[in-house]
């Protein structure tokens, strides 16, 4: 009897082994896939170096990678249909004519804030001749700077786009048009000076953050000064006054198959100031969350669960909001959609 318990206790051990074993070789699998999955996310180049083309001296930068933030099944869920946009007519027109889906065919994308205007660049997935004609159908006015066929768009603030070579366009909103011609000259070779030549001055490049899915970068004195109303953060806005001592800004999102990060730093004059901004972030942040517990108490919408994964933290002289939601919480989100 006693053999036979050691035996079947060998047995038993073995098989627990063999468990563990799998279990292990499986732990290191699913850690190679998802390290494996950020290491291609750093390794993607191609967003970033639109960052060249683009001219300096903006109040605001940005590089989205489309492509690389739907990596994550909810998130691509929730950018299928964004909450609170609704179509307008003409953008429904547009995609019945071009058959144009951003989710689908925008891969990249750089774009620069320069004063009242925007101006950027973008990979794209087009079919040009459906293209080419609903621009005619839309009646676009065509006229060509530096050998580029520019389509243009209103007259109060114009749209102006411009189709260059392996599915990259070039756009620009707003008053000046000289801004989309320097993304042209510099696609030609003719300027030299760029966003990530001044970016790369900075060291702002060689920030860890910098390469993820989504980064923004902001002059916050000069962004400020644009807006006299201040910036619109949910039911607050933030001015000159509460954003004293504040630099730069900078956010940055990563997107992987397990989780979505966002983390936005403001970067301040001195630790003083770092603090005072850190404390009033902390009770806007609880008068959000007492908002949202009333809202949800009387049948409206309930981000508890996306507020509470908020955290605030000073970081010498710089405030940092970090936001990080999980496999959970994504699949949460995305169902409320349905």
């Known amino acids: 009897m006693t053999a036979v318990v050691l035996r079947r206790r060998r047995e038993g051990e073995r098989v627990r082994g063999r468990k563990l074993w799998a279990a292990g070789i499986a732990l290191v699998l699913l850690a190679a896939l998802i390290a494996g999955g950020l290491v291609r996310q750093r390794l993607r180049p191609e967003a970033a170096s639109l960052l060249r083309l683009l001219p300096p001296g903006a109040d605001l930068y940005g590089v989205l990678d489309l492509e690389a933030l739907q990596s994550n099944p909810a998130v691509r869920k929730v950018l299928a249909d964004p909450p609170g946009i609704s179509h307008d007519p003409q953008y429904d027109d547009f995609l019945r004519q071009t058959s144009f889906r951003y989710q689908d065919d925008l891969q990249q994308m750089a774009f620069a804030k320069l004063g009242d205007g925007w101006v950027g660049m973008a990979r794209v997935h087009l079919d040009r001749p459906r293209l080419l004609a609903y621009l005619s159908s839309a009646g676009a006015t065509q006229s060509v700077v530096q050998g580029r066929t520019v389509y243009s768009f209103g007259s109060?603030?114009?749209?102006?786009?411009?189709?260059?070579?392996?599915?990259?366009?070039?756009?620009?909103?707003?008053?000046?048009?000289?801004?989309?011609?320097?993304?042209?000259?510099r696609q030609a070779g003719r300027s030299g000076e760029s966003a990530a030549s001044e970016l790369e001055r900075t060291g702002e490049l060689e920030r860890p953050r910098t390469g993820n899915q989504l980064w923004l970068y902001g002059k916050l004195d000069r962004l400020l000064a644009s807006n006299s109303q201040g910036l619109p953060v949910g039911p607050f806005r933030l001015g000159p006054d509460g954003l004293q001592g504040s630099r730069v800004v900078s956010a940055s999102v990563q997107s992987s198959l397990l989780a979505l990060d966002v983390l936005v730093e403001d970067r301040c004059d001195s630790a003083a100031s770092a603090e005072q901004i850190a404390r009033w972030f902390k009770v806007a942040l609880e008068i959000l969350r007492a908002s949202s517990e009333d809202a949800a108490a009387r049948g409206g919408p309930d981000y508890a669960t996306i507020l509470a994964a908020v955290s605030i933290n000073q970081l010498g002289e710089s405030v940092q909001l970090h936001w990080r939601a999980d496999a959970a919480m994504l699949a949460k989100l995305a169902a409320e959609k349905q």
């Open 156 to 185: 109060v603030r114009p749209f102006r786009v411009a189709l260059l070579d392996e599915d990259v366009v070039a756009f620009s909103a707003g008053p000046d048009a000289t801004s989309l011609s320097s993304i042209l000259e």
